[in-house]
């Protein structure tokens, strides 16, 4: 028990500052922590953390091993090199107990207040040093992990001061965000505007949602339930009237359970409304979501299944059989958790997509809903017309046949993840090249094993071709020779059908040459500054782009639409194009990091690239999607509104030619 709720609070402490992506000092609710520090010797120095606890809790002690709740202080990697720590303790009263959350061991602890010490010795010239404090508290049956980030600046004599939060408020920097000369509201040409153009529409979700219920229904752990389930209510009730209505309420119960599994998500948007955003692209999520979907790519291969406890199968089961509403309930409930093994990849392909989306919780509602429309139908429809049951294919080899292609897609999914947290970190592992290749692999494997030239566990020797078999095959071959041209540095490497979903051609195996074939280079990238300096020297308005590696969108409008003719003569010739990527982790200069605070109060660690542009884009233009695109003057006066994703390429064209207008007219 102990372990275990060691690795749930520990995952916490770790998810927490991804998730919400805001000021690591806003999860400390139960310590404040003041910091000062005392001159030992040359270049060796004493830092006190004062913790005053909130009534109540207890503070674990630096005394704790290291397999325990305890107390540490981490210096950030630059710190470390600067300093070496010699000695960790504390000053004050130090409590035991045993404790029965943890098994009745006995804990050290502190209660009010406490300081705990650190001695440094720094390798060289007194510097800044940096880093968090790391602790747990308890209070009855809850266990907290919560974490301070600190900061000691080191003036020019060498002596050191500590501030709380790592980061501090910088007017200079803030106000290099807030750009007071840009006025959203009175553009020189009132044309543009951001409608729906970027928003995922969730009909479409609601789309795919149904067709992977669809996907659902012919898999093993489904489709011999129809008919078992429909001829169990049309025999067991005492008319047919009544069969019909349960049948059809068991339908409906389905199509519930799915949409309740996305009411969690609404909660949570409330909560913390960037947690959407900061779920598609934080870098370790992608991993993660990457990490799920092969797991479930070697489940649908048949080498294990992914259950829910049999428990709660078991339970939902003693339910069912009441014969009323509620029975009815717990049969579809049953149905849900025993499906899970099938269903259970294709829900989570739906939540990654549709939490990676803009909409977040609303359009995985949508999705839920169509998964949900399309499992519960047919158990209406057939119980209504039961005559149709005999036209349905008997169960047999196909449903596993279906279970491997899904996980062949799934692999295919997976490297859509890895290849965001690439993107992102620039890791280059997966370059456009590298991902065509995979999927062009991925494309022939399926090819072959639905010719019955390869084999999974589970499978049946393939005797005889059929035409369905056949025509799959057809198709999945056709694709694999369509993302050949993908891996070439020809003209015909932009595959069109994967823009967006593949990595930007800019990066490519073969360097800027595949993206300079019609595509417009950007003068300046995550560099504002400069692009407003490089402005006023040539006398050009500026075209902002607040983009993202991970943006699907971004990546259509930079491989189909500014590849067109006239799109990129009005860019190249007429703008100077800076691109702003929001979602990029890169770690700003140390000098240039700070906290900053909204006109509501709120507090948000300025330490990326990323975070830089994602707050700017927020502050002045009211937007946090992406592509978002501003034409302004050198002076930064807004020229015509934003726009959002604009696929109609003349649409677009026109816009930037009244960003031109209204630049003669602010120069007149």
């Not at 004050?92 to 010795?121: H, R, S, Y």
């Amino acid at each position: 028990m102990k372990y275990f709720l060691l690795f749930l609070t520990s995952l916490q402490l770790m998810l927490l500052p991804a998730l919400r992506a805001q000021d690591a000092d806003a999860t400390a609710k139960h310590v404040k922590w003041t910091f000062t520090s005392e001159k030992i010797g040359e270049g060796a120095y004493t830092l006190k953390f004062k913790a005053n606890i909130a009534e109540g809790w207890k503070l674990f002690s630096p005394s704790m091993g290291d397999d325990d709740p305890n107390t540490r202080v981490i210096l950030d990697s630059i710190s470390d090199v600067r300093a070496a720590i010699t000695g960790l303790g504390y000053e004050g009263k130090e409590l035991k107990a045993p404790e029965p959350l943890l098994d009745n061991q006995e804990i050290k602890f502190f209660e009010k207040e406490t300081v705990v010490t650190l001695q440094v010795k720094f390798k060289g010239p007194v510097n800044d040093l940096k880093g968090t404090i790391n602790y747990f508290i308890l209070k009855g049956e809850e266990i907290n992990p919560e974490e301070t980030e600190f900061r000691f600046k080191a003036d020019a004599a060498g002596n050191l001061s500590g501030e709380a939060g790592g980061l501090v408020a910088s007017a200079d920097q803030a106000n290099k965000l807030k750009r007071d000369n840009i006025d959203l509201q009175n553009p020189v040409n009132k044309v543009g505007g951001i409608g729906n153009e970027g928003e995922t529409n969730p009909w479409f979700i609601f789309l795919l949602g149904f067709l992977g219920g669809l996907l659902a229904l012919v898999t093993p752990c489904v489709f011999p339930m129809i008919p078992l389930t429909v001829s169990f209510f049309t025999k067991s009730a005492q008319d047919k009237k009544k069969g019909i209505f349960n049948a059809t309420m068991y339908g409906f119960f389905i199509f519930l359970i799915y949409i309740l599994f996305s009411v969690p998500f609404h909660i949570a948007g409330l909560a913390e409304p960037e947690i959407f955003n900061n779920i598609s692209t934080n870098v370790w999520l992608n991993v993660f979501f990457f990490a799920v979907f092969v797991v479930f790519a070697i489940s649908f291969f048949g080498y294990f299944e992914i259950t829910l406890p049999s428990g709660l199968a078991s339970k939902a089961d003693s339910k069912a059989n009441k014969g009323t509403l509620v029975g009815i309930f717990f049969m579809a409930l049953t149905l849900v958790v025993v499906s899970f093994s099938c269903t259970g990849p294709i829900l989570g392909s739906l939540l990654a997509g549709s939490l990676g989306s803009d909409g977040g919780a609303w359009l995985l509602t949508a999705g839920m809903a169509g998964f949900g429309v399309s499992l519960a139908l047919p158990f209406a429809l057939f119980a209504m017309f039961p005559n149709w049951l005999s036209s349905l294919p008997k169960s047999g080899g196909w449903l596993t046949s279906v279970k491997v292609v899904l996980g062949f897609i799934e692999v295919a999914l997976a490297i859509k993840f890895l290849s965001n947290a690439d993107l992102v970190m620039h890791w280059g592992i997966l370059h456009r090249e590298t991902f065509f290749l995979i999927w062009i692999i991925i494309g022939l494997l399926t090819t072959l094993y639905l010719l019955g030239l390869i084999r999974f566990p589970h499978d049946s020797p393939v005797k005889k071709l059929g035409a369905t078999r056949i025509f799959f095959a057809v198709i999945f071959g056709a694709f694999t020779i369509y993302l050949l041209p993908g891996v070439t540095n020809t003209k015909y490497a932009n595959v069109r059908l994967m823009s967006g979903f593949a990595p930007p051609m800019s990066y490519s195996w073969y360097g800027n040459s595949a993206h300079e074939k019609g595509a417009v280079e950007p003068n300046v990238i995550n560099d504002y500054d400069k692009a407003l300096e490089l402005a006023k020297a040539q006398n050009k308005p500026i075209l902002i782009d607040f983009t993202g590696w991970a943006c699907v969108n971004c990546r259509n409008m930079e491989e189909n639409v500014w590849t067109d003719p006239e799109v990129h003569a009005l860019i190249k010739d007429n703008y100077i194009l800076v691109s702003l990527y929001v979602d990029d982790k890169q770690k700003l200069p140390e000098d240039e990091q700070f906290m900053h605070t909204f006109p509501d109060g709120r507090k948000k660690p300025i330490k990326t690239i990323g975070n830089k542009y994602a707050t700017m884009q927020t502050l002045n233009f009211n937007n946090n999607s992406q592509p978002l695109y501003v034409l302004i003057s050198p002076e930064e006066k807004l020229l015509t509104y934003p726009v959002a994703y604009t696929p109609n390429i003349q649409e677009y064209a026109n816009w930037l030619r009244s960003g031109l207008d209204a630049f003669k007219k602010v120069k007149k």
